[in-house]
């Protein structure tokens, strides 16, 4: 995700270190997706949401680790030019569970 800032800290024995860092808003999904033919889609590929923004990578066994999304959408993983290096997957989440009990 080349979207991410890198902060540093060096700490010292006993000390504690505050970093402010962003954060996504929406819901994180883990969506196993394959190409026709039940062919993996490649590692280490960006996914792309509707808008063009990055939000997530296919990682290992054609899983797509994503953050960020709405509750449906389609995301997008381009690996080439030509057509088949391409893919548009459509999702719909679940619905969340309510959090207070």
């Known amino acids: 995700m080349s979207d991410a800032i890198l902060k540093q800290a060096s700490p010292v024995l006993s000390s504690v270190v505050m970093l402010k860092a962003e954060t996504t808003n929406g819901r994180a999904a883990?969506?196993?997706?394959?190409?026709?033919?039940?062919n993996a889609l490649p590692f280490g590929v960006d996914v792309v949401n509707g808008?063009?923004?990055?939000?997530?990578?296919?990682?290992?066994g054609s899983w797509i680790l994503a953050r960020g999304l709405e509750d449906k959408g389609s995301l997008f993983v381009k690996w080439g030019e030509a057509g088949a290096e391409q893919c548009r997957i459509d999702y719909v989440l679940p619905r969340q569970m309510n959090a207070e009990r």
């Open 30 to 38: 883990l969506i196993h997706a394959l190409q026709p033919g039940d």
């Open 51 to 60: 808008s063009g923004i990055t939000v997530g990578v296919v990682v290992t």
